[in-house]
């Protein structure tokens, strides 16, 4: 688990074996309905190596998960789960878990393959700008 700054909070970063889900304070079971991320275009959401292989992160307070299913291939996808607007929780390799009530997500296309959730994950655009990821 990296904290990338102190001005927001990355919930979790899993990587295939390590996976066990691991929430912070905002997402932890509290119950609490998730916004649809207000990210403006431009946005610096992340530096590529914050992003595992394999892997991804949560960004709880944009709402948006950063995955990179292959390298440098980098995807977005908004955190709140589409079965009852919490904040999805984690990303163990290919993927996205919200462990409120088990729905579960491709990390690589945002589908749904598990759990209650009723619609994928919609994508955000994103661009990769030197080692920064940013909202298109
Ligand atoms: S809100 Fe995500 S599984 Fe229910």
Redesign the pocket.
Known sequence: MNEVRTSRRIVFQGLGALGAAIALAGCGGGGEESEAPAVESGTALATTDEVPVGGGIVLTDEKVVLTQPTEGEFKAFTAV?T????T?TSVDGDTIR?S????AYSASSGEVTG???PQSLATIAIEVDGDRIVTA
């Open positions: 789960c079965h009852q607007g919490l999805v919200c409120h009530h088990g729905s759990g209650p959730a």
